[in-house]
């Protein structure tokens, strides 16, 4: 009789736990990307099936039907009409959205990636701070930005070119520290530089991005880091055209086209799993309600591809790479985050194209 006492009371331990994990669920909402964007969407979604997969949650994704606060709300509101307990959102769009999703849904748990404390308004007057059931996602990309441009001038790049997507803060810090790697590269070389740096004003590459980067091509520019997106295909197009080289962003790129040198990446998959296992480990309390910045002082957060499949330098190795990889990594070089002022240069001349 005890001992069936004891398996009833095991069984009762069981149960709810059982039922708990059966109603959890784990949705992904896209911004103006798509789950296979080659870029931080399709990374972000690589996280969520990954984790959902290996450990037996329900997951999916939803895409808003227009570029707007209002849209991307509906999409949450679909999701947790749904059953999702966890959503994982990639990109500043998503701060606006928060402002409202975190007080209209706090019993769901948010994880919003690439969201800064300055993303968080609905005026860019007032400013909210994130709730217990949220957590921001930064990453230094300053830092990988300055490694990719080190990297290419190393590589005997003198003529290089930085075509951002929208001006938003990742994009400016990626760009800002691009040009400040190349600039270190070119002063430890004694030669001088040229960068073109521009932004495209949108995510995705179009007919007039494409006419843009051959004309840079076809006037000398040897080597883009497209950095926004889908506006990638404009660089590579081009690229491909002209015989010209492309750098990458966010995740390694190096698979879409044999002339992508290398990526400047940031952590978007493994930062993303790593939240989602907090959740469900029960240890959200010591990440929700922050801004978390990854960079190389926390670890391997941001970098270049040293896979000897992505590395397509010809003179620039990787004990190169690791001395400057350090170098940062230790403190020993500052990279600046400053995004409201263009980078002092000693060796580059940075030309500035509306």
Not at 111 to 118: F, L, N
Not at 129 to 142: G, H, K, L, R, Y
Not at 251 to 266: F, L, N, P, R
């Amino acid at each position: 009789m005890k001992k069936i006492l004891a398996l009833l009371l095991v069984l009762m331990m069981i149960i709810p736990a059982a039922a708990l994990a059966a109603d959890e669920k784990i949705a992904l909402v896209t911004d103006v990307g798509t789950i296979d964007d080659e870029s931080f969407n399709q990374a972000c979604w690589q996280a969520v099936e990954a984790y959902a997969t290996a450990n037996n949650i329900p997951y999916t994704y939803y895409q808003p039907t227009a570029d707007s606060t209002d849209a991307r709300l509906l999409s949450i509101d679909q999701a947790v009409a749904e059953g999702a307990t966890v959503i994982v959102m990639p990109g500043y769009l998503f701060g606006a959205t928060l402002v409202t999703a975190q007080e209209d849904y706090p019993n769901v748990t948010f994880i919003a990636v690439d969201v800064s404390a300055g993303d968080l308004t609905l005026d860019y007057a007032t400013y909210v701070e994130p709730a217990q059931n949220v957590v921001c996602v930064t990453f230094s990309e300053e830092q990988a930005g300055y490694l990719a441009g080190y990297a290419a001038v190393k590589d005997g790049y003198t003529k290089l070119g930085f075509l951002g997507g929208m001006a938003v803060p990742a994009v400016i810090r990626y760009g800002y520290g691009f040009v400040q790697g190349a600039d270190k590269a070119a002063a430890e070389m004694d030669k001088q530089i040229e960068i073109n740096y521009t932004y495209g004003g949108q995510f995705f590459g179009d007919a007039s991005i494409t006419a843009k980067m051959e004309g840079w091509y076809t006037t000398g520019t040897e080597i883009v880091f497209a950095c926004g997106g889908g506006i990638y295909t404009s660089a590579v197009e081009a690229a491909e055209k002209n015989g010209g080289k492309v750098i990458g962003v966010d995740v390694d790129q190096g698979y879409i086209s044999e002339i992508i040198v290398t990526s400047a990446m940031k952590g978007l998959q493994n930062v993303t799993e790593s939240l989602l296992a907090d959740y469900f480990a029960g240890n959200w309390a010591n990440v929700g309600g922050q801004v978390k910045n990854y960079s190389l002082s926390e670890g391997e957060y941001v970098g270049i591809p040293t896979a000897e499949a992505s590395w397509r330098f010809n003179s620039f190795t990787a004990e190169d790479y690791a001395a400057i990889h350090d170098a940062v990594q230790k403190g020993e070089i500052v990279v600046s985050n400053d995004t409201e002022n263009a980078p002092t240069v000693t060796n580059a001349t940075v030309n500035y194209i509306q």
